[in-house]
């Protein structure tokens, strides 16, 4: 019995929790014992088994709320650590490292969870009343694993990755990353295994927050979002993506369906360059070479710089919300209202738009296709509807005009 002790209150409460020990082994219950604080500490790192939340106290049923089997599996103990790791985080040349002290200091939580099934998801958590954000453990393909909880309105979500101030390297092997590194209550990867494990039977989205050094956030969806197993190389498929906040486009696009690489396991498909090499972190990387403008459009594993200014591509990248708006739109034909030379059938993009351009599409794809449009028709304010106007999407967004332009060229020599 595990002791409640209520401190000043005059009384004395517990609640008897199963012995240390291999529960799977198990064969009959007696409820007994005396007051005690050792439950938490002998049972590992796995919450206490509270005895009153089993719907019938028998070995049988602690066999099944503990997914008992004849082969048990073991969880590796490789993975994320609950205290950040004494880590030498690499900065720009130049920069002043930021103190390694994580931001978020959330306190540690663990959660009994509903008597029908131990909980699989921080959905499940936030659905049996958990609403506070914090690091929860979950039992998932038979075994436990903790993670941390983003608690929203009606909504749970398992953080996989955070970057805060460059306290932790992300320039890392295979099998660092495939194990999970760093800090839950700060910057961390939670492992490209238990990032198979979770999606590997589909049905879950995926949601990406962004924070520039000028304050500005943007919040980007992808409603399909799976990982590959490693034989696969751990490879990134997402679609059906949109802006919950903020105009910050799809940098992941191009990278769905790309291998994932690290510094010593290179497998994007630039001949004789490693991108994770070259860009300091494991990425699904496509290409890094000399057309790297049109296959490199986000990296948020980069290295860490403790300012905005970076060389092109380096640091933590998401180019859509803060760069380039005319990659997409290069080695497209140029239309106008009379000559349709786009790629959307049945419709007219300068035409739709009101001016002549290199469009790519316009139809229901469009944020993947359409983020600048210089010629548009033009508006005496800056609210419009998406897209129109003068447009340059990676700056101010698809539903903002801007007051003006000017175009420039000269010679490259």
């Not at 719907?55 to 099944?64: L, M, Q, S």
């Not at 059906?240 to 790309?258: I, K, P, Q, V």
């Not at 007219?348 to 359409?370: L, M, P, Q, T, V």
Request: proline share 4%.
């Amino acid at each position: 019995m595990i002791d409640l002790d209520s401190r000043g209150c005059g009384q004395r409460m517990g609640r008897f929790v199963l012995p240390p020990g291999d529960p799977c082994t198990c064969t009959g219950v007696r409820l007994g014992g005396h007051y005690h604080r050792y439950a938490p500490e002998m049972q590992g790192q796995d919450p206490p088994l509270y005895m009153d939340m089993l719907p019938e106290v028998t070995a049988e049923v602690i066999g099944r709320w503990l997914n008992c089997t004849e082969n048990k599996p073991v969880e590796s103990t490789l993975g994320v650590t609950e205290t950040a790791p004494e880590l030498t985080s690499k900065v720009a040349p130049g920069s002043t490292p930021v103190a390694s002290t994580p931001t978020d200091t959330t306190q540690v939580i663990s959660i009994t969870p509903e008597p029908s099934m131990p909980p699989a998801d921080c959905q499940v958590i936030l659905d049996a009343g958990q609403s506070a954000s914090g690091v929860y453990t979950i039992r998932h393909a038979g075994q436990n694993m903790q993670v941390y909880c983003r608690m929203e309105l009606g909504k749970g979500y398992i953080v996989f990755q955070r970057r805060l101030d460059g306290s932790v390297s992300f320039d890392r092997t295979w099998q660092e990353y495939a194990e999970g590194f760093g800090n839950l209550t700060g910057e961390f990867w939670l492992g490209n295994q238990k990032l198979r494990s979770l999606t590997r039977n589909w049905g879950r989205d995926m949601v990406i927050n962004l924070r520039a050094f000028d304050g500005e956030e943007a919040r980007i969806r992808y409603e399909d979002f799976n990982v590959d197993s490693s034989e696969n190389k751990y490879k990134l498929f997402v679609r059906w993506f949109s802006e919950d906040g903020g105009d910050a486009g799809d940098s992941l696009w191009t990278h769905s369906n790309e291998d994932f690489s690290t510094l010593d396991k290179d497998h994007d498909d630039t001949v004789g360059e490693n991108c994770a090499e070259k860009f300091h972190g494991g990425w699904w990387y496509k290409r890094c070479g000399s057309d790297i403008s049109h296959r490199f459009v986000s990296n948020l594993n980069g290295l860490y710089y403790n300012n905005a200014t970076v060389d092109d591509y380096m640091g933590i990248q998401w180019v859509t919300w803060k760069g380039d708006s005319l990659w997409t739109h290069s080695n497209e034909d140029f239309s106008t209202l009379d000559k349709d030379h786009d790629d959307t059938v049945g419709e007219n993009c300068a035409e739709k738009f009101h001016g002549g351009w290199w469009y790519k599409r316009c139809g229901s794809d469009i944020s993947h296709r359409f983020v600048s449009n210089l010629n548009g028709l033009y508006y005496n304010n800056a609210t419009v509807d998406d897209y129109m106007g003068i447009q340059w999407v990676t700056w101010k967004g698809k539903a903002v005009s801007l007051k003006g332009c000017e175009m420039m060229t000269r010679p490259k020599w």
